[in-house]
């Protein structure tokens, strides 16, 4: 019997709903955020769980993903403002506030008992990230630059999470791997703000650490790019407790850092949105391979 049309309208409607809720969760973005997790969890584990990994995964992701449900809650408006977010599912009318903030909560429950399911601290630091994400980082965005100080805290919390779920317990590497994670956001946000300078002011964003696209934002970047290479190589003089680095992972890591030195610098030199974009692209790249390369060093 062929399906009638109200029925075929009820699938049609749930699936546009079902598509309108993962992309409120920024899927894509939220790999990576899965992805560090992941590496932190295989540096720390000594014996790989296939259940922790399961739970680390996909706690990790709804944890995340309720935090950008409600990040894009308390957004709706300035969203609408602004041509990059103006057809997001809230903005674009495709989820009404009292749906998104429904899955954001059921994912925010659900991913938090899977966290603890893996051990309490994985949990603490996890409602943690939720909570500053949610709580301090967003409604800070509208006071000022700021926010990118604050929101770089729950943004370094992936890796971290993943070790502390493989071992149940904090130490100086996971602090390592925190760190790393906090320092890179600083390049890689700014990017990002400075190619959206104009789109986020549109909503009274100001993001860039002086306010605007100049000399002071670019040394800024320059800055912090130069302090998460230093930090990035604590593993080669045995800085970082087990972390470790090969001969070739140590050049291989100098190497990394001296290419997003130069697209640091380059944006310094040109101040102009080409070279920030380039920059973006390359700190999207820089991140996962240095956590690659970590496991690699570990297991080969």
Not at 57 to 79: P, T
Not at 83 to 91: I, S, V
Not at 189 to 204: G, L, N, R, S, V
Not at 256 to 280: D, T
């Amino acid at each position: 019997m062929n399906s009638t049309p109200e029925i075929k309208a009820q699938e049609s409607s749930f699936s546009q709903k079902a598509s309108a809720i993962m992309e409120l969760t920024k899927a894509r973005l939220n790999m990576s955020v899965v992805y560090s997790a992941l590496a932190g969890y295989f540096l720390g584990a000594n014996e790989v769980s296939f259940w922790n990994i399961i739970a680390l995964a996909f706690g990790g992701y709804l944890v995340v993903g309720a935090a950008n449900g409600f990040n894009q809650v308390i957004e709706k408006n300035r969203d609408a403002l602004m041509d990059r977010t103006k057809n997001r599912p809230l903005p674009s009318g495709r989820l009404k506030v009292s749906e998104a903030m429904l899955a954001s909560s059921i994912m925010a429950f659900v991913g938090l008992i899977l966290l603890y399911y893996i051990n309490p601290l994985t949990l603490g630091f996890g409602a943690f990230a939720l909570f500053v994400y949610v709580l301090v980082y967003t409604p800070l965005k509208a006071r000022g630059p700021i926010a990118v100080f604050v929101g770089a805290f729950p943004g370094a919390i992936p890796a971290l999470l993943g070790w502390v779920a493989a071992t149940g317990d904090f130490a100086i590497e996971p602090g390592t791997l925190f760190a790393i994670q906090f320092l890179w956001q600083f390049s890689h946000f700014w990017a990002i703000a400075w190619i959206a300078d104009d789109d986020y002011k549109k909503a009274d964003y100001v993001l860039l650490p002086s306010g605007n696209r100049d000399g002071k934002s670019a040394l800024q970047i320059l800055i912090y790019t130069f302090f998460l290479i230093l930090v990035s190589l604590l593993p080669a003089f045995g800085l970082s407790g087990s972390l470790s680095l090969s001969i070739v992972g140590i050049v291989i890591t100098a190497l990394l850092g001296a290419a997003f030195m130069y697209f640091a610098w380059n944006l310094y030199r040109e101040r102009s949105i080409p070279s920030a974009r380039k920059l973006m692209i390359y700190s999207i790249i820089y991140l996962p391979l240095l956590q690659l390369l970590l496991v690699i060093d570990k297991y080969i």
